[in-house]
């Protein structure tokens, strides 16, 4: 059978074993929000042409007031499957707020406001190199247990979300497993080079407009020397928000300029940043590497103009990204090569998507660089807590790997902590439900060093009904 017709075969299996039939899914799925500024989200999801509407309000079962989504418009419409494809934007919210929402009259879930400026005790996490469920085993058990993080506000994906080469069904399956956490968790991503690359046979055609047809960024921008002029229409390139007391900017692929004119741009929203007093840190996420002594090696040119941003921006403390298949940490950097100053790196690719290794050590580098704090081959994600005078970061261990998977070098309990750092002065006070009690207990909190055993409810704290220790 040609490659054509497998892959169209693939795809009407996958499509019968949603529920597909003529042009009508059984329920919305899909389902992802992005913050798109202090007062507004916006959904995103596949579903039948009456299930186009969001419902939402401040409880559960009491949805005042009502979206009607809009199809995205062409050429960034996704063509993975058939759809049809919904965005709804919500505006006019109320900041620093919990709604309760439901699509098409389906199950209740939420969605949270960013919290004001200056504001901490929040929860961000991070995974690169996903993939999805029909491809990756340990896929969707990394996704299940990022569900397990209660207190989280914010998932940033960097890149390689999913891998086309396997038919495009696996795109769509791939937002149906993220829905583990993607339905009550901002889904903030970058793009990788496997959302692009479509060149066959080894590429099934795959192109940018599954992916920007699928978000809406705040803040988005544009960059030359992307795989397809005719996509430039559709923006989304990269993009910046502020949340709480942290400014996160995205960067793009390194096409032809592209990470030269992302300097030009994300400099002076440095500049603001550093300048601004709500403004505490000042994190980078993207796909590519600028240390790394895994599979694929740093980015010379990115790495350039990362160091010299965290040397003249004190604020500038981390950058996140994926593309090798491993977890590492750099000591900071900024170019001086002290190992004391600048931003810390840390690559992701860990978040499903086969582990890549070379050689009976499993690195390409057997001897651990110096400027390389932790490395590991295994299967997790990057769990960040702000606080208002620091960030703890915590790279959490995933299931283990075998045969094609990869081979892992540390052996863990799934759900435990295998790398720990911190960036900044103490935590202080972790409040995160805003009950008066923190996680951990601290003296600085309002109600005192207390320990908060559930730090995602507010309802529960030492003294309450529901109390901690029963």
């Keep these: 059978m040609p490659s054509g017709m497998i892959q169209l075969a693939r795809a009407s299996l996958y499509l019968a074993a949603l529920g597909f039939c003529g042009g009508a899914f059984a329920a919305p799925d899909e389902i992802h929000w992005t913050v798109t500024g202090p007062t507004s989200v916006t959904f995103d999801w596949?579903?039948?042409?009456?299930?186009?509407a969001i419902a939402y309000g401040l409880s559960a079962g009491n949805y005042p007031s009502t979206v009607t989504a809009a199809s995205p418009?062409?050429?960034?419409?996704?063509?993975?499957?058939?759809?049809?494809?919904?965005e709804a934007r919500l505006t006019g919210l109320l900041p620093n707020t919990l709604y309760h929402y439901s699509i098409a009259n389906g199950p209740d879930h939420t969605f949270r406001t960013p919290p004001p400026a200056s504001a901490s005790?929040?929860?961000?996490?991070?995974?690169?190199?996903?993939?999805?469920?029909?491809?990756?085993s340990n896929m969707p058990l990394i996704q299940q247990l990022m569900a397990q993080e209660l207190d989280a506000r914010i998932a940033l994906l960097v890149g390689d979300l999913t891998y086309g080469e396997h038919g495009l069904p696996v795109?769509?399956?791939?937002?149906?497993?993220?829905?583990?956490?993607?339905?009550?968790?901002?889904?903030?991503?970058?793009?990788?080079?496997?959302?692009?690359?479509?060149?066959p046979p080894d590429w099934c055609c795959d192109d940018l407009r599954n992916?920007?047809?699928?978000?809406?960024?705040?803040?988005?921008?544009?960059?030359?020397?992307?795989?397809?002029?005719?996509?430039?229409?559709?923006?989304?390139?990269?993009?910046?928000?502020?949340?709480?007391?942290?400014r996160f900017i995205a960067y793009p692929e390194p096409w032809t300029g592209a990470i030269t004119d992302w300097n030009t741009q994300a400099t002076p929203l440095m500049n603001a940043a550093q300048a601004d007093p709500?403004?505490?840190?000042?994190?980078?996420?993207?796909?590519?590497?600028?240390?790394?002594?895994?599979?694929?090696?740093?980015?010379?040119?990115?790495?350039?103009?990362?160091?010299?941003?965290?040397?003249?921006?004190?604020?500038?403390?981390?950058?996140?990204?994926?593309?090798?298949?491993?977890?590492?940490?750099?000591?900071?950097?900024?170019g001086s090569g002290d190992n004391q100053n600048g931003a810390i790196h840390v690559t992701v690719g860990t978040g499903g998507a086969s582990l890549q290794q070379v050689g009976a050590c499993l690195w390409p580098i057997c001897t651990q660089p110096s400027w390389s704090a932790a490395r590991y081959m295994r299967h997790g994600y990057l769990k960040l807590t702000f606080t208002p005078t620091s960030i703890q970061g915590a790279f959490v261990c995933g299931p283990a790997s075998s045969g094609s998977s990869g081979t892992n070098d540390i052996a863990c309990t799934p759900g435990s902590t295998i790398d720990s750092f911190s960036i900044g002065g103490p935590p202080g006070?972790?409040?995160t439900d805003g009950d008066g009690y923190g996680n951990p207990g601290d003296a600085s909190c309002p109600n005192g060093a207390a320990l908060d055993c559930a730090n995602n409810n507010p309802a529960v704290y030492p003294g309450a009904p529901q109390v901690c220790d029963g």
């Design 278 to 334: 709500n403004i505490r840190f000042i994190v980078t996420f993207g796909h590519r590497p600028a240390y790394s002594s895994g599979n694929h090696p740093g980015e010379g040119q990115l790495k350039g103009y990362l160091d010299a941003l965290a040397a003249t921006h004190t604020k500038y403390v981390l950058n996140i990204n994926g593309h090798s298949h491993n977890y590492e940490r750099s000591y900071p950097q900024n």
């Design 46 to 52: 596949r579903g039948a042409p009456a299930e186009n």
């Design 73 to 86: 418009a062409a050429p960034c419409v996704p063509w993975s499957s058939p759809g049809p494809f919904w």
């Design 121 to 136: 005790s929040f929860v961000v996490l991070a995974e690169g190199d996903i993939g999805d469920s029909s491809s990756y």
């Design 211 to 246: 992916y920007k047809g699928r978000f809406d960024f705040p803040n988005p921008r544009i960059t030359p020397g992307g795989p397809d002029v005719n996509y430039n229409a559709c923006g989304e390139d990269w993009y910046w928000f502020d949340y709480g007391n942290v």
């Design 171 to 199: 795109i769509d399956q791939h937002f149906n497993d993220v829905m583990a956490w993607s339905r009550d968790v901002a889904y903030m991503p970058t793009w990788g080079n496997h959302e692009f690359e479509a060149v």
């Design 429 to 431: 006070c972790v409040d």
